[in-house]
T-cell receptor, first 110, second 115 residues
Framework: SQTIHQWPATLVQPVGSPLSLECTVE??????LYWYRQAAGRGLQLLFY??????ISSEVPQNLSASRPQDRQFILSSKKLLLSDSGFYLC?????????FGAGTRLSVL | GDSVTQMEGPVTLSEEACLTI???????????LFWYVQYPGEGLQLLLK?????DKGSNKGFEATYRKETTSFHLEKGSVQVSDSAVYFC??????????????FGGGTRVLVKP
């Protein structure tokens, strides 16, 4: 069966520090992969999606970047965090239109 | 592109009350329609789906019918429980892998069921 792992679960970082969130999927190959952000009390915003290795599409201009160095690995990064980067970050993969989500990472930038 | 309008919450109900969460969408084609649920502190889970007009998705006592004529996919449950307290997201998706099978999520509706 397929599983998705996302870590860390929570993260507190100072403004200006770098960020790296990792997401891996097991039990499937060539999945579509996604990064979402959910600001407090708000809906989901799609940040990036990827249909293959090194194929990344950005949905909104922002302070973040994404990479997919391996088929089942999706990384969300920032060189310098802003206060506005705080939120709940969700990784997901999809097959046949259904998306499967990780447990999320709660990022607090102070 | 696709867009979705979902009723705003929070919705506060008593246990055993009826729940309806309205969702309407705009799409260029014929999307599949999904409801996802997010329990406190967790990621999203697929609740139910419908892939073509007049299909009814159902799960855990929830139902939603794909209404092409009104471009709606309202979520309903006849008798809610405290454990149904969560945020519910409506999402149409057009299944084009080259475009990433992107979901367009509604803003989410927070539901709070009180005992």
């Amino acid at each position: 069966s397929q599983t998705i792992h996302q870590w860390p679960a929570t993260l507190v970082q100072p403004v200006g520090s770098p960020l790296s969130l990792e997401c891996t999927v097991e039990g499937t190959s060539n999945p579509n992969l996604y990064w979402y952000r959910q600001a407090a009390g708000r809906g989901l915003q799609l940040l990036f999606y990827s249909i293959g290795i090194d194929q990344i599409s950005s949905e909104v201009p922002q302070n973040l970047s994404a990479s997919r160095p391996q088929d089942r690995q999706f990384i969300l990064s920032s060189k310098k965090l802003l206060l506005s980067d705080s939120g709940f970050y969700l990784c997901a993969w999809s097959l046949k239109n259904i998306q499967y989500f990780g447990a999320g990472t709660r990022l607090s930038v102070l | 592109g696709d867009s979705v309008t979902q009723m705003e919450g929070p919705v506060t109900l008593s246990e055993e009350a009826c729940l309806t969460i309205n969702c309407t969408y705009t799409a260029t084609g014929y999307p599949s329609l999904f409801w996802y649920v997010q329990y406190p502190g967790e990621g999203l889970q697929l609740l139910l789906k419908a892939t073509k007009a007049d299909d009814k998705g159902s799960n855990k006592g929830f139902e939603a019918t794909y209404r092409k004529e009104t471009t709606s996919f309202h979520l309903e449950k006849g008798s809610v429980q405290v454990s149904d307290s969560a945020v519910y997201f409506c999402a149409p998706v057009e299944g084009i892998k080259a475009a990433g099978n992107k979901l367009t999520f509604g803003g989410g509706t927070r539901v709070l069921v009180k005992p």
